[in-house]
């Protein structure tokens, strides 16, 4: 692998650093400000909107779509992506200015691969520039949805539609005012003995009669205005048959296709988090004196430094190792290196900022600094596109037969 990054990406890198300086961290705190304030939580805030027109300027817009796909976006291979998702994670809500935010890059993947020119012109067109959101739905509350052979959600085909009915949550995105289009995963074939083929994924419009909001639920108390995490009621739902992805029964395919670059995409960001929370602590405890000395000079705290730092080269090279692979052969190929990097980047960042909210006492846990909510991403992350758990038994699975045959 060649660690060096041709010029084209350490200029992309360069103006992406630029314009995080200039453009984003001073408004960190007025962003936070606006959601305590407004009346409309659930609304794009109006700085998102004039940084995103300022990103589409600088040509800092859709840097997620990998190359083959360059007609939609920058047209980078996963590798030279790396490095921008990272810088673009330090700040949560960042990766939104430059449109290169979950659940719509997924989701707009998902359009582009298996999608039919139709359905591209209505939703992934407005999806790439930015003018409505999207949310995923296919965890459902009755159910362990990380074995999604279990989804109960029915999805029964009736002359030239489809209705829908079950419930689903953590539908990340669905709370939020310009979010126009739920990608749901259902079941069109529950008696099928083949478990993966009794699953499809189809698209629902959020204002189709029958789409009923619940609640929206909060992770470790964060409301992730304004995003939300909602709980949905699909109540004899219906929509054209034209809308289902790919066809029926390969709903497992689709997500297959759409999971694999999400979950390295988690793990860029993460990466950057991390950096930041390390940065943070080595700030902190150069300032503080406890007992008579600096922190800094505390064994402890240069075990926690180092330890974070060795935690976070390690999931970075990591990180570059299955995008590299991913790049070169496929992302089926790379599965083993996916769900190594799942297993081992979210635990690694709620490692870090966990030391680093540590370092700052107990003002680590309020809002005067970054890290409460980074903790609360990192934690959820440990679940969001598979927990911890299920990408540990594939990859067992797949290393026993590798090498005990």
């Known amino acids: 692998m060649n660690f060096e990054y041709p010029d084209h990406i350490k200029q992309l890198v360069t103006k992406l650093e630029n314009f995080m300086e200039s453009e984003v961290y001073p408004l960190e705190t007025a962003y936070k400000e606006y959601f305590e304030t407004t009346d409309k939580p659930w609304c794009t805030a109006p700085l998102m909107e004039e940084l995103k027109a300022k990103a589409r300027q600088q040509g800092l817009w859709n840097l997620f779509l990998p190359a083959h796909e360059s007609r939609y976006g920058a047209g980078l291979t996963n590798l030279e992506y790396a490095p ?18 979950a659940p719509d890059t997924g989701n707009m993947e998902t359009l582009i691969k298996y999608g039919t020119e139709a359905q591209k012109k209505a939703w992934l067109e407005p999806l790439l520039n930015g003018e409505i959101r999207s949310a995923f739905a296919m965890t459902e509350p009755r159910v362990a949805s990380s074995d999604a052979t279990n989804i109960e959600c029915s999805i029964q085909r009736d002359g030239d539609e489809y209705v829908i009915n079950g419930r689903k949550w953590f ?11 739920l990608i749901l995963m259902g079941k069109t074939d529950p008696q099928n003995p083949d478990r993966h083929k009794q699953q499809s994924m189809i698209l629902v419009p959020k204002d189709t009669p029958g789409v009923q909001i619940l609640r929206s639920l909060t992770t470790l108390g964060y409301k992730e205005y304004p995003i939300g995490e909602p709980e949905i009621l699909f109540d004899n739902v219906r929509v054209p048959a034209t809308n289902i992805l790919l066809g029926e029964g390969r709903g497992f395919e689709v997500a297959q296709g759409r999971l694999g670059p999400g979950r390295i995409h988690h793990c860029m960001r993460l990466i950057g988090l991390a950096q930041r929370a390390l940065e943070a602590m080595c700030s902190r405890v150069s300032q503080r004196v406890t007992f008579g ?10 075990e926690w430094v180092s330890q974070s730092y060795c935690d976070i080269q390690q999931a970075r090279l990591l990180t570059l190792m299955a995008a590299d692979k991913m790049d070169r052969h496929g992302n089926k190929i790379a599965k083993d290196m996916i769900a190594a990097i799942k297993i081992v980047a979210p635990s690694m960042a709620f490692q870090v900022i966990d030391r680093a909210i540590q370092a700052h006492g107990c003002a680590g846990l309020t809002e005067d600094f970054f ?13 969001a596109d598979g ?10 699975k797949q290393l026993i037969g590798e090498y005990s045959s």
């Open 371 to 383: 890290l409460a909510e980074a903790f609360n991403y990192a934690r959820q992350t440990r679940f």
């Open 387 to 396: 927990p911890d758990q299920v990408h540990m038994m594939a990859l067992g």
């Open 293 to 302: 000395r600096e922190l800094s000079k505390n064994q402890t705290v240069r």
């Open 84 to 101: 921008l998702a990272e810088i673009m994670g330090r700040v949560l809500w960042a990766p939104e200015i430059f449109n290169c935010h």
């Open 171 to 181: 539908a990340t995105g669905a709370m939020r005012e310009s979010c126009k289009l």
